[in-house]
């Protein structure tokens, strides 16, 4: 048990860091140096019970030449959780191949207000802080619903280059390994103030991250938003340890 956790560790740290120092296929890259390594030790702990394979993400092999793949007949459900995972590190990945401009990003929930404003701010920063995307009203709507109103707070006071909240007291913050500024500043080049009346901060974050190669589920609150992400994270970084050929 303790020989499996110091592999485990050993192995997850590596991939991990290949993933946060960025380049080629980060994620991807990762995957594969933490299945490799985690096999491989666990092959030589077990006296060869266990026969090495690495991941690549969407898919896997064995030293016998057996393939494991999504969707795979016979696969377990944590199989195809682990293989889905590691396919969205994959579609980052190709993304930000073509795209160009991979690097880390920061995905911000911020408290506003003093922490007094459940709605908070929704924003992406790349790794040196800059912003990427972040948009806002110039006051907080409140409890009216006149047009009037709506044309004051969301049109008229519409910024699109508001403050990202990056590092203040109070923003969770999520970073992403490897994805497309190119991608990302492509959507936020074409955005106006127009675009507040229809959509909110945490709507322009989720739709750039989709065209960025990183799908989530709309939600209406930044926290919702990087709780997603989240789980994101840390299925990728477990994704080599789901699967097993057998």
Same mark, same amino acid.
């Given at each position: 048990m303790?020989?499996? /956790?110091?592999?485990? &560790?050993?192995? #997850?740290?590596? !991939?991990? =860091?290949?993933a946060l120092e960025g380049g080629f296929m980060a994620n991807s890259m990762g995957i594969m140096m933490s299945s490799s390594m985690n096999s491989v030790g666990m092959t030589i702990l077990s006296e060869g019970d266990i026969?090495?394979?690495?991941?690549f993400g969407f898919g896997s092999l064995?030293? /016998?030449?057996?393939? &494991?793949?999504? #969707?795979?007949? !016979?696969? =377990?459900?944590?199989?195809?959780?682990?293989?889905?995972?590691?396919?969205?590190a994959n579609l980052s990945d190709a993304v930000s191949l073509f795209s160009g401009g991979g690097q880390n990003v920061d995905v911000n929930s911020a408290s506003t207000k003093n922490g007094h404003d459940w709605w908070g701010h929704s924003s992406m920063t790349d790794e040196n802080g800059n912003t990427l995307v972040s948009v806002g009203?110039?006051?907080?709507?409140?409890?009216?619903?006149?047009?009037?109103?709506?044309?004051?707070?969301?049109i008229k006071g519409a910024d699109v280059n508001w403050n990202s909240y990056v590092g203040d007291k109070g923003t969770w913050t999520i970073r992403l390994n490897n994805v497309s500024t190119?991608?990302?500043?492509?959507?936020?080049?074409?955005?106006?103030?127009?675009?507040?009346?229809?959509?909110?901060?945490v709507g322009h974050t989720t739709r750039a991250l989709m065209r960025a190669g990183v799908p989530t589920i709309y939600?209406?609150?930044?926290?919702?938003?990087?709780?997603?992400?989240?789980?994101?994270?840390?299925?990728?970084?477990?994704?080599?340890?789901?699967y097993q050929i057998p």
């Amino acid at each position: 048990m303790l020989g499996g /956790a110091a592999i485990g &560790g050993a192995s #997850g740290y590596m !991939g991990a =860091s290949i993933a946060l120092e960025g380049g080629f296929m980060a994620n991807s890259m990762g995957i594969m140096m933490s299945s490799s390594m985690n096999s491989v030790g666990m092959t030589i702990l077990s006296e060869g019970d266990i026969m090495p394979s690495i991941s690549f993400g969407f898919g896997s092999l064995n030293y /016998a030449g057996e393939f &494991g793949y999504l #969707g795979k007949k !016979g696969n =377990s459900a944590l199989e195809n959780i682990g293989y889905s995972f590691g396919a969205l590190a994959n579609l980052s990945d190709a993304v930000s191949l073509f795209s160009g401009g991979g690097q880390n990003v920061d995905v911000n929930s911020a408290s506003t207000k003093n922490g007094h404003d459940w709605w908070g701010h929704s924003s992406m920063t790349d790794e040196n802080g800059n912003t990427l995307v972040s948009v806002g009203p110039d006051s907080p709507v409140g409890k009216s619903t006149s047009l009037s109103q709506t044309w004051k707070n969301s049109i008229k006071g519409a910024d699109v280059n508001w403050n990202s909240y990056v590092g203040d007291k109070g923003t969770w913050t999520i970073r992403l390994n490897n994805v497309s500024t190119s991608a990302i500043n492509n959507y936020a080049s074409g955005m106006t103030r127009w675009d507040l009346l229809f959509n909110s901060c945490v709507g322009h974050t989720t739709r750039a991250l989709m065209r960025a190669g990183v799908p989530t589920i709309y939600a209406f609150h930044p926290h919702m938003l990087n709780l997603q992400l989240f789980i994101r994270q840390m299925g990728i970084y477990s994704s080599p340890y789901l699967y097993q050929i057998p």
